[in-house]
């Protein structure tokens, strides 16, 4: 059984930041794999996004993907067409 972890960041942040929930997101997902406190796989999940756009996006913040056979086939085992949100 999965467990949720809710953060809640006062509309204030979010507002100050000029960013969406779904930014927000996006932004640490993309934090916590180049710290490689994340999996490729994982990461991507957290940002909602597909493994192409996920991809796209760390080429546009200029972050490598290294993303490996292994985490390759743990995405496959738990491939989905839509990110879950």
């Given at each position: 059984m999965a467990t949720r972890v809710v953060l809640e960041i006062p509309g204030e942040i979010a507002?100050?930041?000029?960013?969406?929930?779904?930014?927000?997101?996006?932004?640490?997902?993309?934090?916590?794999?180049?710290?490689g406190r994340l999996s490729f796989g994982k990461a991507r999940e957290l940002a909602g996004m597909t493994v192409?756009?996920?991809?796209?996006?760390?080429?546009?913040?200029?972050?490598?993907a290294h993303y490996d056979v292994q985490?390759?086939?743990?995405?496959?085992?738990?491939?989905?067409?839509?990110?879950?949100r």
């Open positions: 507002h100050a930041a000029r960013m969406t929930p779904e930014e927000l997101k996006r932004e640490l997902a993309t934090h916590l794999f180049r710290l192409w756009d996920f991809q796209h996006w760390l080429g546009t913040q200029g972050i490598p985490e390759y086939e743990e995405d496959l085992s738990g491939f989905s067409a839509t990110p879950s």
